[in-house]
């Protein structure tokens, strides 16, 4: 690596750790550290879900994806765009009303039994192992690629980094880290599409024409199968990503750093809109890598493709544009990781800890005590478990986690919101069968288990879909359903002021 392109690391992680200092001070209740005391205004969480959400997947898991795959390369930024409408139109304004720290807060308003609360804190850590794992696995690839050390020696730096942010700027710290890469990302992604419009004569539909000849897959590498032959499993990957998004933990946590739900909501209309363009834009990145770097030399860097974006920046832009782009793709990786451990930490320390060990009695100094040793936990967890996905795509990873939040805690979200004979035997029932539903048909699935060794397990796939949303997500949903028609217990008066609060914001 140049001189350049680490000069330009040290001052992104420079930035970071000033940031980190600044928001220690002006953390010292849970509320601050868990929400950043609900005091970000709605342009500045709406770039911070942005930061949050357009993660180590997004930039250099997608371009990968579509430089060696072409259209089946596109279904994940379909995929995760549509998701927002899903998050805007559902589930945005009520969480916010209902909520307080985590995804449990929000379901224990209509529910007050910790059994509720303890697994729903469960399903929010498990989810956030599947997606820390993906993001330690791109940090991995590209410290490795421009720094030259080992593969495991990556994970354990972005391990403590990330850890690091937590532990002493808590919400406030990761929300100024995700604001200042959300805006960094898309500078390098424009820079880039630009150049590649450039080289193509700014002529978008000649540049579709000429990615007819320029990889190994000739026309069919704009059409849908070069990757996902078995329809049944794209449908099955799309239903992941387009329902995952509103029951990724880390992703609806940030509703409760705004004062109100007005406020949420226009969060998520400003997210959409970075989200929409930069989504858009995977195409070029996508593209160029395919005609400029070219798929030989993307494999020979990273198997999975991973590494497709700072490849094409490097032949186009030379050492710095490789750099500077390597440097935004460790900024979101570090942004991305910090959500994620806090949203694990916070499910540990204030539902499982705070109010099922304490019953709600514990002090402030306690929680934070308990978050902070979380977050460690959960860092250690998932860089151990990174360890030994390497040869994974990170996109793929990601769709993974979608479907576990998507099975298991979006129906409880709807159901406990929108449907007045709900009751905890369903609440309990759908989450537990969607999150166990998901995690045994993935681990018999071709993504684990494949005869010539190229997943993580050697063996025979027992179910035959790489993503089971297609089944685990009606699993919850049916549960759900059925466990609140078997039991006979009902609270319809407490829905009723549920329902109020949801859609009024009153207390």
Known sequence: MSGIGLTLFVLIVAMTLVVTYWAAKRTNTASEFYTAGGGLTGWQNGLAI???????????????????????????????????????????????????????????????????????????????????????????????????????????????????????????????????????????????????????????????EKMKTVTSHGESYLN????????????????????????????????????????????????????????????????????????????????????????????LGGDFLMSFVSAVAFATI?????????????????????????KGKATEREQMLAARYASIGVSVLSIILALFAQTLNVAFLVSLAFCVAASANLPVIIYTIYWKKFNTAGAISGMVTGLVTALVLVAISPSVLSPEGTAILVGDPIFPLTNPAIVSVPAGFLAAYIGAVVSNKRDEKKYAEVSVKANTGVK
Do not use: C
């Open 224 to 315: 849908p199968g070069v990757k996902y032959t078995n329809g049944v499993d794209t449908l099955s990957m799309m239903v992941a990503l387009v329902l995952g998004t509103a029951g990724l933990p880390h992703i609806l946590m940030r509703f409760f750093t705004v004062k109100d739900a007005k406020t949420a909501r226009s969060s998520v209309v400003t997210a959409t809109w970075i989200v929409g363009i930069f989504y858009i834009l995977t195409i070029f990145l996508g593209f160029g890598a395919a005609a400029f770097v070219g798929s030989q030399d993307i494999v020979a860097a990273n198997a999975a493709g991973n590494m497709a974006a700072p490849l094409l920046a490097e032949a």
């Open 334 to 358: 570090l942004a991305v990781v910090a959500g994620l451990v806090l949203s694990g930490a916070s499910a540990f320390a204030h539902d499982i800890y705070g109010q099922i060990i304490k």
């Open 50 to 208: 942005a930061g949050d959400y357009l993660s180590a997947a997004s930039f250099l898991g997608i371009a990968g994806a579509i430089a060696l795959f072409g259209f089946d390369g596109f279904f994940y930024s379909i995929g995760y765009l549509v998701a927002y409408l899903v998050v805007l139109y559902i589930v945005a304004e009520p969480l916010r009303n209902l909520g307080k720290y985590t995804i449990a807060d929000m379901i224990s308003a209509r529910f007050s039994e910790k059994k509720v609360r303890g697994v729903a804190a469960i399903s929010t850590i498990t989810i956030v192992i599947f997606y820390m794992i993906a993001q330690l696995v791109g940090a991995g690839a590209l410290i490795q690629l421009l720094l030259g050390i080992d593969y495991w020696i990556a994970v354990v730096i972005v391990g403590v980094m990330m850890t690091t942010y937590v532990l002493f700027g808590g919400m406030t710290a990761t929300s100024w880290v995700q604001i200042i890469k959300a805006a960094l990302l898309m500078i390098g992604t424009v820079i880039i599409s630009f150049l590649v419009l450039k080289e193509f004569n700014f002529n978008i539909i000649g540049m579709f």
